[in-house]
């Protein structure tokens, strides 16, 4: 799948929200999450957050790291948001680092993260 590198995927389980599957309400886990699905409620982990190409998610996500290659819609709190090609963002993020590849789209408003704020469940 190449979701995340091998060296941020050590000692952390990867929860999957496969193609097709339609998820409402609010996901909590310790380890990475991948969405090829779609979701609507809250997702928080004290890792990484992945939406496939055929993902959507909309809500309030809380994590490490979320990379975008679907569609994310509403408030993310986050180190670092990654969009990918073709990925998209719409809503209000808090972030320390983003990055937006060529093809990417960002709509919305974006705040600087202090680097000694810390994500919390």
Not at 1 to 20: D, P
Not at 31 to 39: F, K, L, S
Not at 78 to 83: F, L, N, R, S, V
Request: glycine letters at 14%.
């Amino acid at each position: 799948m190449g979701v995340f590198n091998k060296s941020e995927s050590v000692n952390h389980e990867t929860t999957v929200i496969a193609s097709g599957a339609i998820f409402k309400g609010e996901i909590s886990v310790n380890g990475n999450i991948h969405i090829d699905g779609n979701v609507e409620g809250n997702i928080s982990t004290t890792t990484n957050v992945s939406i496939g190409n055929k993902g959507a998610v909309k809500g309030e996500v809380k994590a490490k790291k979320m990379i975008i290659s679907g569609f994310f819609e509403g408030k993310a709190n986050c180190h670092e948001i990654e969009i990918l090609k073709d990925g998209s963002l719409k809503g209000e993020i808090v972030v320390e680092n983003i990055i937006i590849e060529k093809g990417g789209d960002f709509s919305g408003i974006c705040h600087k993260k202090d680097k000694e704020l810390t994500v919390k469940k």
